[in-house]
Structure formats: C-alpha cells, structure tokens
C-alpha cells in the first residue's frame, strides 16, 4: 500500500504538465471533441506512438519481472518515461499558446480533481505499472469526460453573455449591420471594408479572428459604444448551422459572401453542405437588405439564392458581373485596376497584392457605393487600404523581404500567392508546412500545390516531413529540382536556413502556419 501511495504522489506531481497538454490540445481544436480525437488517435501523433512503446514495455517487464522487481523496475520506467515528455513538453516552442481563458481554469480544476481520484483507484484495482500510464496519459482520456460533463455549464454561460450581447446590439436602431461569410478570404474583406467604410462612418469590427459566438458576442459586449455607425462582422462556420446560428444572433441588413471551397471538410463533409451553409448569409437577409457575391466563383454563381433579396454581384473574369475589375496592373508594390461606377470608369491604386484581394477590393467598393459614398470618395479610401496582417502581407525582418501569408492556407489562396511570389526579385523561396482540414482530398490538394511550385518558387522548405510528403511528391513529379527542396522539423529550423543562406535582395514566402495540434 505504501509503494502504490508513492507511485500516485510521484505521478500526480508530474501530470499537471500533461493535464495542460491535453487542455491546450482541446482548445486549438475548438473545444470539439471529434477533432479532438481525431488529433489524438492520429497515427502520426508522436506523443501517442511513445505512449504505446511505453505500454508494450511495461507489459513485457510484467511478464519477465517478478514481485518487488516488478514494481521497481516499473516504477524507473515509469519515471524516466514521464521525465522525457515533461522536458520535450517544456521545450516545445508553440505557435499558438495556451490561452487561460475562465473556461480553461474550470477544465484545469476538474481534470485535476478527476486524475487524481482514478489514478488513486486504479492502485486498488489495476497492475500498479499501470498506474504510470494512467497518469501520463489519463489526462488526455480524461478531456473527453471534461468535456461531455463541462458542456452544459459552458453552454448557459455563453447563453447568458450572448443575451446580454444581443441586447447592446438590438438597441443601437440605426446601426449599418455587415455580415462576411465564405471558405476564404473573410478576415481579409473584413478589414478591407472596415478601411473602406471606417473614412466615412464611425465603424466597429470584429477583430483578428473573433468570427464565432463567443468572439462576435466579446466584441459586442466590450468594444460596442453608441457612437458606432457601421458594424461589420466576419461569420465563421466549421459545420452545418453554424452561419444560420450567427445571422439569427447578428441579423446583419449587408451580406457578403467572399467565396466557397474545400475548406473544414473534415466536419462538413461535402461540399453541398459547404455550399449550402455559406449561402445562408445572402438566404437569410432581410427583404430591404443587399448581398454581395463573388461571381467568380463556380460554386456561388451556380448557387439559386432562395431570397428576393437584392444581390449584386463582383468579378474579373466573369464579366456579367455588376461590379468588374479591369485593367488589372501588378507590382511588387501593389495594384492598380479600373470599375465602373455608375456611368465612369473610376482607377484604384492600393497596396495590396494578388487577385484574391482584388476581388476583396470589389465587394468593399460595391458596398461602398450601394451604401451612397461617392466614387471619388471610395477611390481615395481605397488608396488609404493598408496590408492585412498575416494575409499576402509584405514585411521586413531583420531587413529580409517577407510575404507573410501565413494565415489558414487554402487550395485557391495558396496558388495565389505562388503567383505574387513568382513576381518579386531576387530568389524567390517558399516555406510551407501545407495545409489542412480539407477532408478526403486533402492530399491531392497538397500534390497539387507542390507541382504548381515550379518556375514560380526558386527554393523550397517543407516544414514536417510527414505532414509534407504529399507536397514533396507533387514537386518532384513536376520536375522540380529536387536539390532546391529542404524538408526540415520544425519553422524555427526554416528561418534559421533562410537567414544562412539567403539574402535581403531574396523574397520568402510564409505559406499557412499550422496549429500546434496539427504540426506533426
């Protein structure tokens, strides 16, 4: 009894760093437990992988070791094991930190609790090696009870801060609603209207990637003052009802819907409930209010909208649309391009790069101009644009050219900034660890944007070789030099080739940057 008292306080002392692993895990996957699990269980996991190791060890000392050898022996294992992880778990560097939110403190409170109570009871009832494992990696098990029990409370919480929200937002009557919805290109229509509008009105957004009811409902309840005259709101959905969900909480008058693709098909599952999901920002209007859609895009000018809303459109290939972009002029330095409004042709000039934001700069203009803002007003709010952060956003640090798109990459963005990138001077180098969350056809979709690399990419660094090999294989079907391609572990090592080896006359591309959950 004693020896089992030790081996549950030696492990105890040491699970609290599991338990924030296993809680910073679940909130990167937005607190879903499917992705949770899908993280957890995944074959490439290494965590997991050292975890069975660890477990087919300590079955065969079982078997060879007898008594107090056994226990012994177990409990060295057991240690050193924990030891490893503890110290690679205080030397991992993360992109995207545990946030202590409240939520977080009451998860950390109950997973402690709970471990340990069953690490206590598994000493009466299970092999006492088996204890060590429980520890170790009980807390990871142990979220999806966290979770499943935490929900309800969670959710009359939020109800509660989102009631108050709705009240801030439903008592300011002549506030100008603007919601923003799409696969792609939210955040960055969102601040590109916010720029457009924000010369002429008082204008609040949602800020960074405050896109879902807790964001919308914290900018509200925080930011909203009755000074503002315009609200835009960037909608996010990763599954079926979520937009809906958002429109009936928000009720914007405007609707944008930026664009639709292959984008969380992990938990959407086809690309009909995609389509159908996002197309509820224009479905869901008021009879007065106005959409904006991207013309461009198959899926959406293949959509029937079920509203009598009235909706205009923008494009630059498809010319039927009410707002086009011609004469489309690029440099490193930005873009210049023309619209009609009205009865003239109007030039904008901005910084931005890529057509993507192009067609950003067109759904602004739209609205700007449905809203009554002179052309000549919009063509200078334009030009006062500045570059979105982390989206095709040029930089210099430690005096190297960077282009910054290293924000949730996508199939139609990432080839995009491939072609930004084939326009600067000097060498020209991607680093990318790929993308994700694409379903099924994730792969081909990082083959492909491997073998759209060539002539457009000098040099290439994979981050992960795992997560990459689907890019590597695109690449070296194309042709590409192979010599030119550097598959490294982690971004740290990227950067620290990139200032050895190139110069400030090169320009690098920073293509997505994955949450810790998925850089494997």
Known sequence: MTISVIFVIVFLSL????????????????????RYA?????????????????????????????????????????????????????????IK????????????????????????????????????????????????????????????????????????????????????????????????????????????MTPASYNTPMGITRTIREMMKPIHEVFVCEISATRVGQVSYLMDFVKPKYGIVTSIGPQHLLTFKTMDNIINEKMRMIEMLPQDGLGIINLDNEF???????????????????KNANYVAKNIEYSKDGSSFTVKLGRRNYTFETCLLGEHN????????????????????????????????????????????????????????????????????????????????LGEKENDYNYEFGNYMKNRADFVILVGEKQTQYIYNGLNDSKYNMKNVLVVKSAKEALAYVYGNFSSKDTILLENDLPDAFSM
């Open 358 to 437: 192009i067609t950003n700069l067109l759904a602004a203009i739209a609205l700007a101009y449905e809203l009554g803002i002179s052309a000549k007003e919009i063509v200078k709010n334009v030009k006062a644009v500045k570059q979105v952060e982390h989206r095709l956003e040029v930089k210099k640090i430690n005096n190297y050219t960077f282009i910054d798109d290293a924000f949730n990459s996508n199939p139609v963005g990432s080839k995009m900034a491939l072609d930004v990138l084939k326009m600067m001077p000097g060498k020209r180098v991607i680093v990318t660890p790929g993308m994700i969350d």
């Open 300 to 318: 959406i000018e293949n959509y029937k909208i079920k509203n009598n809303v009235k909706v205009v459109s923008v494009g630059i290939n498809n």
């Open 38 to 94: 899908k993280w957890l269980f995944n074959k490439n996991n290494i965590r997991f992988s050292l975890t069975l190791v660890y477990l087919a060890l300590m079955i065969i000392e079982c078997l060879i070791f007898k008594d107090i050898a056994e226990i012994l022996i177990g409990l060295l294992l057991s240690i050193i094991f924990a030891i490893y992880l503890i110290v690679t778990e205080l030397d991992t560097q993360y």
């Open 15 to 34: 699970s609290f760093v599991f338990i924030k692993n296993a809680l910073h895990m679940f909130q990167q996957n937005h607190y879903e437990l499917y």
């Open 97 to 204: 930190p545990l946030v202590i939110t409240s939520r977080v403190k009451r998860q950390i409170v109950l997973t402690t609790i709970l471990s340990i109570i069953l690490t206590y009871a598994y000493t009466r009832i299970m092999p006492i090696w088996l204890d060590g494992f429980i520890a170790i990696y009980g807390p990871y098990l142990l979220v999806f009870l966290i979770g499943a029990l935490t929900e309800p409370v969670e959710n009359l919480i939020k109800k509660h801060y989102e009631d108050d929200a709705k009240k801030i937002l439903y008592s300011m009557k002549d506030l100008i609603t603007i919601g923003i919805t799409g696969s792609y290109g939210k955040t960055s229509t969102k601040n590109i209207v916010s720029s457009v509008l924000g010369e002429t009105y008082y204008t609040l």
